[in-house]
């Protein structure tokens, strides 16, 4: 009688489902059937009893998938279990289980993704009321194969492990050592690929491993696959923001040095003699470090790192960064002085040795403009753009020993002030709490255009209009895109701006200054000096003012105010107004510009003052407006001024504006005063006649991070003929640089970066007269790039197991896909491999390239087993063997590797059954087909899968056999699977059923 019962399974099983599929097993056949989970009950059935003479199979194929098997689960309720046997075959055909005695239930671990469980019962005879039953279950999946752990530091004690998978349920395992997990390690599930670990120790080491939860093995232990590991420093550290090396002059020592966060830090050294292998540990509560004696000609490797623990553990690098220096006799050259006007640059350094060749170079955007060698320390470059920060390097050398390089920015000071960059190095804004006090705090208080709280900001909508005035008064004068505004509506306090600006009058000799005011006029009981105001002043380097009549403007309310416009009684406003400074008599000096607005000094919120202003800069000349050949010269003096015209001395004018005959070499003169200062004046002439423009430049370039690096320069001048025969004047007013017709500068030096090879035409239009009058020059570079592009050389077949040597050419540095770094690698191969390599140049090009080398196999020692029948010719090298025994035999692959293989013969004096080699070898002369040998089956299948369960062969002809190839194309060397389905001319109702692998040898 048949008895039945209820399995209970724990947390992670689900072994029996709801609904499983029940199976009845034939009495004398074979059966397939696809299933995770079943019931397989004798041939009678649920009910039923053993028939007699039963000799029947069930083969259960499992679903498979992507994921992992952990478990097979049986459950055998049987009288008479030795008539059944029971096998599990894996993914490959291999044989995984076999039972050799009675069970109940058994769990069979596993790891494979496509299972084949047979059931077969063998029996001549039975009792009646004898039965079995059979279950069959697949325990849940492992997920993914994990990998890649990383651990990420967080604030707060706090750590984030990730790990390359897909999302499912993992186990982590922690641990607080280094090397290997304590027995107090914690493990907890996840339920996505990566979470948050808490209340971690700061600066303790960890380390982690994350399995499957399908593996209820030790973490070290697993049966699928390795699990995935990493380790960490649970620190937070501050880094050092830079660190500087620098030789002591006239010493052996070296001095250290590096920006921190903040001054409480203790920090770590970690310095290394690449050398000796010398080592230096030390700590330091400073942000320098003195290394003494410093061995010369020597490098040195160092790491600098926050002091979290002690100097040996590796893990403290987390916290810091590396650096090298060498100790060398060439001294790096100290820095006496720095002078920059706005166009040229003047350095002085010590010169401690004549016998130093210092190299000096220039670089605007990594384009070489200059490059010298001297031996005097000093060095000047000129005709260089304003406002500009350019790269200076110098270097010295002594019997071809070069060392460290120094490096500095130097930017030449502005044609005029940059008077909206209220951030820039030459621009100081400060402001106090007080109407006394503009110059107490340093900083830019801007919230944009429309806050109160705005005491410095730029305005840049050219429609807006002040409130306060009733939306009469424009926040920017016309032509202009912006200004800036001083101060603000609500009183009590003061602000300033002071820019500091280099003079050259080769350039510019007049500051012109338009300004609008807003004042509020409080009653008549306030002293001036308490009443809000608005001040400019032109100040020297010690803040002192330059001319106390002609360099200072101030506009006191209600005190010299008179014809301001006012709105609703107490506000007086000032509309735009122009005027100009004469600054000619400071040539090469550095003076200042500083506009100042005051509030009332009773702090009344209500009693404020602020304006609005531009700055920008102009010539003691006048500019003539004609050009061509014309009947009239037009003149234009500098703006902001009154002024006077004179022929011979008679007074002709007193408009900006002149316009006289133009007959060549005709003088006049114009007194140019200051408007509210006529004692203020200066006097400049201008000659009629015709002008011309001409259209000339210039350009050099250099080669470098792989683009063509140019400057051209603006070499255009004026003429009073068209033939550009009488020169006039060394510059045109205006210019237009084209490359392939597209406008791309309009200064008169222009840096561009060519990036591809080619032909390109670069054009030049210079013009005078407002561009009344213009002239046009090109022409036709041709580029060729000189680097060459990488080529790898070396091995391109080998056998197994021997060394490759690849080298790259035409680069300077190398990065292998094996992470190697140098020239030239050597590796030994058991694959063919596909190498690549990235390759900078010595001109900045990166460029890559592949190479495959080759590989074919060599067999050392390689075991085959075979077995012949006594009447059969066996001579696998020509010589018949004849007795059982192993023969050692030395072959010559088809691709020329040697092979050393030792044979296992057995000679069969009987061949009466089915017998199938293990090995065979398609390329050679023997043994070329793989076959099954007998003399007495019928009715043979025969099929042969690859490693993946693919079929490539299959045939009915015992006599066909397998060439080794799949639809004509041979297949690759390796083990594959058969499955021999056959029966015996003696037993011919008996179906039987043998599988295997074979090795196929090339």
């Not at 080592?279 to 470090?289: A, G, L, M, Y």
């Not at 007080?434 to 944009?448: N, Q």
């Not at 201008?686 to 259209?695: D, K, M, T, V």
Request: charged share 15%.
């Amino acid at each position: 009688m048949k008895s039945f019962f209820i399995l209970v399974l724990g947390l992670f099983l689900s072994v029996i489902a709801l609904s499983q599929d029940v199976f009845v097993m034939p009495q004398n056949s074979s059966e397939s059937y696809t299933t995770n989970n079943c019931i397989i009950y004798d041939d009678g059935g649920q009910n039923g009893v053993y028939g007699e003479y039963v000799n029947g199979e069930i083969t259960i194929n499992t679903t498979g998938g992507n994921a992992y098997y952990d478990t097979v689960y049986l459950e055998f309720d049987m009288e008479m279990p030795s008539f059944t046997k029971i096998q599990i075959y894996g993914s490959f055909g291999q044989l995984i289980f076999e039972n050799s005695s009675a069970f109940d239930t058994l769990d069979i671990p596993v790891c494979d993704n496509s299972l084949r469980v047979v059931f077969h019962t063998d029996c001549d005879t039975s009792p009646h009321g004898y039965g079995f039953r059979m279950t069959v279950g697949i325990r849940d999946t492992c997920p993914a194969y994990v990998n890649y752990v990383n651990a990420q530091v967080l604030p707060n004690n706090q750590a984030l492990l990730t790990w390359n998978a897909a999302q499912g349920n993992y186990l982590v395992s922690i641990g607080n050592s280094v090397f290997a997990l304590q027995d107090t390690s914690m493990s907890f599930p996840y339920v996505v690929n990566g979470d948050t670990l808490f209340d971690l120790n700061h600066c303790e080491n960890y380390s982690a491993y994350v399995y499957t939860p399908c593996d209820t093995a030790s973490p070290y232990f697993h049966r699928c696959y390795e699990s995935a590991y990493t380790q960490w420093r649970q620190c937070l550290c501050p880094r050092p923001t830079y660190i500087n090396t620098n030789a002591i002059n006239n010493t052996n020592d070296y001095l250290i040095s590096w920006g921190e966060p903040t001054d409480t830090i203790t920090w770590a050294i970690w310095l290394i003699n690449d050398r000796t292998g010398d080592t230096i540990i030390s700590t330091t509560d400073t942000n320098f470090f003195i290394v003494e004696d410093a061995d010369i000609n020597t490098h040195y490797t160092g790491y600098l790192y926050s002091d979290c623990s002690d100097a040996s553990s590796h893990y403290a690098f987390s916290c810091g960064s590396s650096f090298g220096f060498f100790q060398c006799p060439v001294p790096l050259p100290a820095i006496t002085s720095v002078y920059s006007t706005t166009d040229s640059i003047i350095v002085n350094w010590s010169n401690a040795d004549s016998t130093i060749n210092w190299v000096v170079s220039l670089s605007l955007q990594d384009s070489l403009i200059y490059k010298d060698t001297t031996t005097e320390g000093i060095i000047q470059y000129g005709n260089l753009l304003s406002e500009t920060k350019y790269t200076l390097s110098i270097y010295g050398f002594i019997d071809s020993l070069i060392c460290d390089t120094l490096v500095m920015d130097i930017v030449t000071y502005a044609h005029c002030i940059s008077y909206s960059n209220l951030h820039s190095p030459t621009t100081k804004c400060t402001w106090g709490n007080t109407s006394s006090s503009p110059f107490d705090y340093e900083g830019v208080f801007d919230y944009g255009q429309d806050s109160v709280e705005s005491r410095h900001t730029v305005i840049t909508d050219t429609l807006a209009s002040d409130p306060r005035t009733g939306d009469l008064l424009k926040l920017i004068p016309s032509g202009f895109k912006e200004s800036v505004r001083l101060g603000n509506w609500e009183g009590g306090s003061s602000e300033a701006i002071t820019y500091s600006y280099l003079v050259d009058t080769t350039i510019y000799s007049l500051l012109i200054l338009r300004y609008a005011i807003v004042l509020f006029d409080p009653p008549s009981a306030h002293p001036a000096d308490r009443r809000p105001s608005f001040v400019l002043e032109i100040l020297d380097s010690n803040n002192i003012i330059v001319d106390t009549i002609c360099g200072k403007a101030n506009f006191v309310a209600g005190e010299n105010t008179n014809g301001f416009n006012v709105y609703q009684t107490n506000i007086l406003w000032k509309d735009w107004t122009t005027t100009g400074f004469d600054v000619s008599a400071y040539h090469k000096q550095k003076i200042k510009v500083r506009v100042t607005t005051r509030d009332c000094a009773d702090g009344n919120p209500n009693h404020y003052g602020y304006a609005y202003f531009t700055l920008e800069c102009s010539n003691k000349a006048l500019v003539v407006l004609n050009c061509g050949q014309a009947d009239s010269s037009l003149f234009a003096a500098p703006n902001g001024f009154a002024y006077q015209w004179y022929k011979d001395n008679v007074l002709i004018s007193t408009s900006q504006y002149l316009t006289v005959p133009a007959m060549p070499s005709e003088y006049y003169d114009c007194v140019v005063s200051s408007i509210d200062n006529p004692s203020c004046n200066f006097t400049i002439s201008a000659i009629s006649g015709n002008r011309f423009p001409q259209a000339r430049f210039s350009s050099i370039y250099n080669f470098r991070d792989c683009e063509f690096k140019f400057r051209f320069t603006d070499a255009s001048f004026i003429s009073s003929d068209s033939n550009g025969v009488i020169f006039l004047s060394n510059k045109c007013e205006s210019v237009q640089w084209f490359v392939e017709d597209s406008l791309v500068g309009t200064d008169h030096i222009l840096s561009y970066n060519f990036k591809n090879e080619g032909d390109y035409h670069i054009k030049l239009i210079a013009g005078i007269g407002n561009d009344y009058c213009l002239d046009s020059t090109d022409t036709i570079i041709h580029l060729v790039s000189p680097a060459i592009p990488p080529k790898i050389s070396g091995d391109s077949v080998i056998c197994d197991n021997f060394p490759a040597t690849l080298t790259v050419t035409n680069g300077e540095r190398y990065l292998w896909n094996t992470g190697q770094t140098t020239q030239s690698i050597t590796h030994f191969l058991d694959t063919t491999t596909l190498y690549s390599v990235k390759v900078l140049d010595t001109y900045g090009c990166r460029d890559s390239a592949e190479y495959e080398v080759k590989v074919y196999p060599s067999y050392h020692n390689l075991d085959i087993y075979d077995t012949v029948c006594s009447f059969e010719r066996y001579a696998p090298q020509g010589i018949p063997l004849t007795e059982t025994g192993i023969y050692y035999l030395d072959f010559l692959s088809s691709n020329g590797c040697d092979s050393n293989i030792v044979l296992h013969l057995y000679i069969d004096d009987y061949c009466g059954d089915i017998f199938v080699p293990n090995a065979f070898t398609p390329d050679e002369q023997r043994n070329t087909r793989f076959i099954p040998y007998t003399d007495n089956a019928v009715e043979i299948t025969f099929e042969v899968y690859n490693r993946y369960g693919g079929l490539v062969f299959i045939s009915n002809n015992i006599n066909e056999g397998w060439d080794g190839s799949f639809k004509g194309k041979p297949c690759p060397q390796g083990v594959y699977n058969w499955r021999l389905v056959y029966r015996f001319t003696e037993f011919p109702s008996l179906q039987q059923i043998k599988y295997g692998n074979v090795m196929l040898i090339r």
